[in-house]
T-cell receptor, first 116, second 117 residues
Framework: GAVVSQHPSWVICKSGTSVKIECRSL??????MFWYRQFPKQSLMLMAT?????????EQGVEKDKFLINHASLTLSTLTVTSAHPEDSSFYIC????????????FGPGTRLTVL | AQSVSQHNHHVILSEAASLELGCNYS??????LFWYVQYPGQHLQLLLK??????LVKGIKGFEAEFIKSKFSFNLRKPSVQWSDTAEYFC???????????????FGTGTLLAVQP
């Protein structure tokens, strides 16, 4: 149990376009989902915390207007990278917290974004 | 700055060797501690976690970790590694802030373990 999927697994887009990444908890409901970014040979950096039915909480330095997060249901959160630029190229990983306040996150497989 | 440190970036061992990966954190107060593993081409998986109680925690696949509060450490151990343990290992912390709790995972930089058959 506790499977989290992401779609797409990889995407290539042109500079200036927007890209949407989906994160789904397949066999459990997730009140809270998280979005991370991982640069090559670096650790995961938390971008934002997504709560179902409310606005996401962004970490310092993360532009909320650039990285739009929507957590419309208990099994789906989406991250939209708006007006993507080459510096947005990265590995984006989501996670979902199973149960409220359990502090245990289950991770998706990640999405590789390349902006040309 | 508050952080999570993993001292070994790259470890190479032969099969059957013992493993210890270091993890130190700099947050005060109560912390929840985790070790995650990422096998090649796969997503992050939880190896073990410590919230409270016995500071020696046993996880999956024969791994264990010991929380030493006085040293702000949570080192991962395995007495005898296998080739299939080749992966990247991440230590992570959820610190509790004054006046409330946070569920934000703060990751260390990761340790790449290569086990030679």
């Amino acid at each position: 149990g506790a499977v989290v999927s992401q779609h797409p697994s990889w995407v290539i887009c042109k500079s200036g376009t927007s890209v949407k990444i989906e994160c789904r908890s397949l066999d459990f409901q997730a009140t809270t989902m998280f979005w991370y970014r991982q640069f090559p040979k670096q650790s995961l950096m938390l971008m934002a915390t997504s709560n179902e039915g409310s606005k996401a909480t962004y970490e310092q330095g993360v532009e909320k207007d650039k990285f739009l997060i929507n957590h419309a249901s208990l099994t789906l959160s989406t991250l939209t990278v708006t007006s993507a630029h080459p510096e947005d190229s990265s590995f984006y990983i989501c996670s979902a917290e199973r149960g409220v306040g359990t502090d245990t996150q289950y991770f998706g497989p990640g999405t590789r974004l390349t902006v040309l | 700055a508050q952080s999570v440190s993993q001292h070994n970036h790259h470890v190479i061992l032969s099969e059957a060797a013992s493993l210890e990966l270091g993890c130190n954190y700099s947050y005060g107060g109560t912390v929840n501690l985790f070790w995650y593993v990422q096998y090649p081409g796969q997503h992050l998986q939880l190896l073990l976690k410590y919230f409270s109680g016995d500071p020696l925690v046993k996880g999956i696949k024969g791994f264990e970790a010991e929380f030493i509060k006085s040293k702000f450490s949570f080192n991962l151990r395995k007495p005898s590694v296998q080739w299939s343990d080749t992966a990247e290992y991440f230590c992570a912390v959820i610190p509790s802030l004054y006046g409330g709790a946070t569920n934000k995972l703060i990751f260390g930089t990761g340790t790449l373990l290569a086990v030679q058959p």
